[in-house]
Every structure is written in C-alpha cells, then in structure tokens.
C-alpha cells in the first residue's frame, strides 16, 4: 500500500456522531471484491437522490470540500458492521485520513491495513479542528505522522498518539503482506534450514 508520511489537502466536516460502515458504504455496493468504483458509493445514500442527482447540502457534494482528502467527523465514527469496503471506499474516493475524538474497533483496525490514519483527538480538539475546516476553500490541514501532529491553517498544532507498530507500518507502507515479505529472508533460511534436520519431507 502507498506511504503514509505527510498529507497537505482540504478537510471536510461531518459532524454527524455515530456514522456506522453501512452510512458509509451501503449494502449495495458489497457485492464487489474490488477495492477500486467504490468512492462513488461512498456516503451513497446522503450524497445523492433516488435518481441519481446530488443533494446539494451534503458535504462532499459542495465545491470546497470535493477534493477532500481528510475527513473530520464526529464521535463513533465507524461503527457498526465489520466491512472492509469502508476503508477501501473512502480511500477510493480520495479521504487518507479520518479526525475523530473515537472510532468503532474493527473500523480502526481496517484502516491501518489500508493506508488510512485514523487521528483520536479530544472533544475541545475536535471542535478547533472543526471550526477550521468549515472555512470552506481555506479548510486545508497538514498531518504529520511521523511528528503525531496535525497543523491547522493558522498555524495551531494538535498532537496526537498512535500506536509505533502501526505508525511504522503507516510511514513504510507496508501491509500485513508487506510486514511478511520484511522477513522473506528469515523465512527463506528456516525452509533451508528445515529441508536439512527433516530430509524425510521432500
């Protein structure tokens, strides 16, 4: 998956609590193994009419907050059914990283193992943040992994914590098939190893 080091984009609000998987992808859009066309079902069933049309107030439907590519959302975010069309939706739409004060677990969890950051701040953090991003064309952060940081548009920092496993993974790119390939020549010496002690296995 790609590196996850800087990101300088335009933050979209959604300051709806208790978004859940199904909110995010409807089950519609399930019957697909791809990671890629599921952005357009991305918050399918608020973005658009039943013909198809946009509903204009919706958030990532208004010019400034189209090419969005973090998110800040209110608490919960991600809760619900364990699908791992969320994460592969949101980064097919373009969203990288998702700020919310908590996410549901296995949500968080898929993240990671997509190449999104998952950002937990406070609630007063939050509500900065916030009021940065519904700036509309000024709404632009910057996340820093590698310093835990996020940097508003005046120039205030909010840390945050993550866990080092999952920062190196994030900063590395790497899977848990990247993480497994790290060790390919461990692996390849134990198989050596083992045709040896166990010649009857052949």
């Known amino acids: 998956m790609d590196k996850f080091t800087t990101l300088e984009g335009v933050a979209a609000p959604l300051r709806t609590i208790n978004v859940d998987t199904d909110m995010i992808i409807p089950k519609q859009y399930l019957k697909t193994i791809k990671r890629t066309g599921l952005g357009r079902g991305l918050f399918a069933e608020k973005r658009y009419h039943d013909d198809g049309g946009e509903h204009p107030d919706f958030v990532l439907n208004q010019p400034a907050y189209r090419n969005a590519t973090i998110l800040v959302a209110g608490d919960n975010f991600g809760c619900g059914s364990s699908r791992e069309h969320a994460p592969w939706a949101l980064l097919d739409y373009g969203i990288r990283c998702v700020i919310s004060t908590s996410f549901g677990d296995i ?73 497994t390939l790290e060790k390919a020549l461990k692996i390849a010496a134990f198989e050596e190893t083992a045709k040896l002690n166990r010649p009857w296995h052949e």
Do not use: M, W
């Open 107 to 179: 949500f968080y969890n898929n993240c990671f193992k997509n190449g999104i950051l998952p950002i937990k701040v406070s609630h007063e953090n939050l509500e900065k943040l916030f009021d940065d991003v519904e700036r509309g064309a000024n709404a632009t952060l910057t996340i820093d992994l590698e310093a835990q940081e996020v940097h508003g548009p005046d120039g205030d920092v909010i840390r945050f914590e993550i866990d080092p496993h999952r920062k190196h993974c994030l900063l590395h790119g790497l899977d848990d098939i990247g993480l």
